[in-house]
């Protein structure tokens, strides 16, 4: 690097090149440990290489560099985290029992989901009830419940993933 802000466009090429699969390996890491796909460790790749060579001249010469990369590389890696956002993957299949079928009594249906609700934790219970059943958003619920909007989210996907459960059970049991 001291080279390269002294202007060795060869020495600069050449460090970026070996910085590449570092990087590479260090965002896999990253985001196999944080649950998201692998397949977004090249945008952070790309990402901090542009952000080193945006900055190279904040790197102070005397100072070791592999904190200062290191440092960079963290910070992209947060960033593409915080854009992908918390997302919540949950299979159709959970909550086949859940939903009603042509064949199903619907009063029993009903009134199988309201004393499967009644188990659930009061938090989990309000949410679930003013979602699933009667129809809020996010927004209006957390306003409701006076929750924020992620508190909400979590709580519904415990209420959910338990219900999806509970169901399981008690139909694959029959």
């Known amino acids: 690097m001291r080279a ?3 202007g060795d466009a060869a020495a600069y090429q050449d460090l970026l090149r070996r910085l590449a699969p570092v990087l590479r390996e260090s965002a896999r890491r990253g985001l196999f440990r944080a649950g998201a796909s692998v397949a977004d460790a090249e945008d952070i790749v790309q990402e901090t290489l542009l952000a080193i ?7 102070i010469a005397d100072a070791p560099i592999g904190p200062w990369i290191r440092a960079i590389a963290r ?4 960033d593409a985290l915080r854009r992908r956002g918390r997302r919540i993957d949950l299979p159709l299949e959970d909550f086949v029992g859940i939903l009603a079928s ?4 619907p009063d029993l249906v009903v009134a199988d989901v309201d004393r ?3 188990t659930l934790p ?3 219970r309000n949410v679930v009830r003013a979602i699933a059943v009667e129809g809020a958003s996010i927004d209006e619920a957390a306003s409701r419940l006076s929750m924020s909007n992620g508190a909400v989210r979590v709580a519904l996907h415990r209420g959910l993933a338990a219900l999806a459960a509970k169901f399981r059970t008690r139909y694959e049991d029959g």
């Not at 060579?53 to 790197?59: A, D, F």
């Not at 910070?75 to 947060?78: G, R, S, V």
Request: net charge neutral.
């Open 4 to 6: 390269a802000n002294a």
């Open 53 to 59: 060579h945006l900055k190279r001249q904040t790197w």
């Open 75 to 78: 910070h992209k890696m947060i």
């Open 102 to 105: 042509a064949d199903a009594e």
């Open 116 to 118: 499967h609700l009644d």
């Open 122 to 124: 009061a938090g989990q």
